[in-house]
C-alpha cells in the first residue's frame, strides 16, 4: 500500500514537473521536517531510542529509476541542531543496471550501486544529495510538496543531465533503551 502511495505521488509530481521550478528553500518542507522528523528525534521519552532512517525514490525522464535505501543497522540519520540538518549516508540502486541470474536479466544490480549522502535543511526545507561514488558531484533538491500520512517530501532534481523526480520516505523507529 505504501508503495502504490509513493507511486502515484510520482505519478502526480511528474505532471506537475512538466514546468521549471527554480530551486532554492521551501518553508514547507522546513515546518514538515521540523514537525514530523526534528521532534520526534529530539523528544524522547525516558529509557527510549527514536531513531530515524530514509528511502528515496526517483525517476527520469528517460525511464530509469532509483532507489536509494538506508541499512537500517548500520544507518540512521543525524541531527545536528546547532546547523539545523538532517543528514544520512545510503545506497543507490539503478534499473538501467542489470544483472544476469539462471539467463534471466534483472534491474538493479546489488553490485553496481553508488554511495550518497542526503542533506536535509530542517530550518529552511532546502536539500541536497551528494553522490559520493560520483566525486562528490552534489546535486540541489527543490521540495514542492509534503505528505505527513506516508512521511514523505517531494521534490526535482535537476543535475544538469538527468533531470528527476525524488520522493523522500522516513522512517521511524521508537526502541527500548536500557536505563543508565
Same mark, same amino acid.
Given at each position: +500500500?505504501?508503495?502504490?502511495?509513493?507511486? +502515484?505521488?510520482?505519478?502526480?509530481? +511528474?505532471?506537475? =514537473?512538466?514546468?521549471?521550478?527554480? =530551486?532554492?528553500?521551501?518553508? =514547507? =518542507?522546513a515546518a514538515f521536517l521540523q514537525k514530523n522528523v526534528v521532534d520526534f528525534l529530539t523528544n524522547v521519552p525516558e529509557y527510549r531510542q527514536?531513531?530515524?532512517?530514509?528511502?528515496?525514490?526517483?525517476?527520469?525522464?528517460?525511464?530509469v529509476v532509483s532507489y536509494t535505501t538506508e541499512n537500517a543497522i548500520q544507518y540512521n540519520m543525524d541531527y545536528d541542531r546547532n546547523a539545523g540538518t538532517l543528514t544520512g549516508d545510503a545506497i543507490q540502486y539503478w534499473s538501467d543496471r542489470a544483472y544476469?541470474?539462471?539467463?534471466?536479466?534483472?534491474?538493479?544490480?546489488?553490485? #553496481?550501486?553508488?554511495?550518497?549522502?542526503?542533506?536535509?535543511?530542517?530550518?529552511?526545507?532546502s536539500g541536497?544529495?551528494?553522490?559520493?561514488?560520483?566525486?562528490n558531484a552534489v546535486v540541489p533538491i527543490t521540495f514542492i510538496a509534503t505528505d505527513a500520512a506516508t +512521511?514523505?517530501?517531494?521534490?526535482?532534481?535537476?543535475? #544538469?543531465?538527468?533531470?528527476?523526480?525524488?520522493?523522500?520516505s522516513f522512517q521511524e523507529a521508537d526502541n527500548p533503551s536500557p536505563p543508565k
Open positions: +500500500m505504501r508503495f502504490m502511495k509513493i507511486s +502515484m505521488a510520482l505519478l502526480l509530481v +511528474m505532471l506537475l =514537473a512538466v514546468n521549471t521550478v527554480s =530551486a532554492g528553500p521551501s518553508p =514547507a =518542507a527514536h531513531t530515524v532512517s530514509y528511502t528515496i525514490c526517483s525517476n527520469q525522464q528517460t525511464g544476469t541470474l539462471k539467463l534471466n536479466k534483472y534491474p538493479f544490480d546489488p553490485n #553496481k550501486v553508488d554511495k550518497v549522502h542526503l542533506t536535509l535543511n530542517v530550518k529552511d526545507g541536497s544529495l551528494t553522490l559520493l561514488s560520483w566525486g +512521511m514523505s517530501l517531494i521534490g526535482l532534481c535537476d543535475d #544538469k543531465t538527468h533531470p528527476r523526480v525524488e520522493v523522500i
